[in-house]
């Protein structure tokens, strides 16, 4: 079964700093993909990472993917409080019939001024 | 905005119930899933359709079921709803799946609240 581990599960951090989310999976995969959610709204694709080495940014956020370590970071650069959100992860394995996605169990992010 | 459309956005019903929760997938996308979030379980995959055939099943109750219409758009069928059920249930949609590059965009999501 595939398992997919982010961490942390929570940060609070303050506004300028650097930090990285990471996200481990268990099994052969080269396409992964970013996702946000603020409170209780949709799911909002950030980055779809689709082979080994691949590096996607965008403004303070930069993703990337090293599938031979089975692992993703999302790192944050210089942070502002509209990051504050819920950052998950999602594996689609190698050999899947469809690409049902499995999520990691999401980092909550929160941006203090 | 995804592009995908789900309706209603919010649900209360009575444990033992039966509710239909709809999803209208992005114009030109095949494939549809249903996906569960949970405090407990986190975010889980249902089921995916592919244009009205099922493609994958995942933890998905046998007290649920799902279907794809010819005009594309999906129902998530639930029924004999227990307490636990209540959750955010997403719906998404892609082109076609195992396709490579094959984002999944996700609608705005029914809140299901079983009293």
């Known amino acids: 079964e595939l398992k997919v581990e982010q961490n942390p599960l929570f940060l609070s951090m303050q506004e300028g700093k650097n930090y990285t989310i990471y996200c481990n999976y268990s099994?052969?995969?080269?396409?992964l993909y970013w996702y946000r959610q603020d409170p209780g709204k949709s799911l909002e694709s950030l980055f779809v990472?689709?082979?080994?080495?691949a590096v996607k940014q965008e403004g303070r956020l930069m993703a990337s993917l090293d599938t031979k370590a089975r692992l993703s970071t999302l790192h944050i650069t210089a942070a502002v409080h509209d990051l504050s959100a819920t950052y998950f992860c999602?594996?689609?394995?190698?050999?899947?019939?469809?690409?049902?996605?499995?999520f990691g169990g999401g980092t909550r992010l929160m941006v203090k001024p | 905005d995804s592009g995908v459309t789900q309706t209603p956005k919010h649900l209360i019903t009575a444990t033992g119930q039966r509710v239909t929760l709809r999803c209208s997938p992005r114009?030109?996308?095949?494939?549809v899933y249903w996906y569960q979030q949970s405090l407990d379980q986190g975010l889980q995959f249902l089921i995916q359709?592919?244009?009205?055939?099922?493609?994958a099943k995942g933890n998905i109750l046998e007290r649920f079921s799902a279907q794809q219409f010819p005009d594309l758009h999906s129902e998530l069928n639930l029924s004999s709803l227990e307490l636990g059920d209540s959750a955010l249930y997403f719906c998404?949609?892609?082109?076609?799946?195992?396709?490579?590059?094959?984002?999944?965009?996700f609608g705005p999501g029914t809140r299901l609240t079983v009293l």
């Open positions: 099994t052969t995969s080269d396409r």
């Open positions: 999602a594996v689609d394995p190698l050999g899947n019939a469809g690409n049902m996605l499995t």
């Open positions: 359709y592919y244009n009205g055939e099922e493609r």
């Open positions: 990472l689709l082979s080994n080495g």
């Open positions: 998404a949609s892609s082109v076609e799946p195992g396709q490579g590059y094959n984002e999944q965009f």
């Open positions: 114009s030109g996308d095949l494939s």
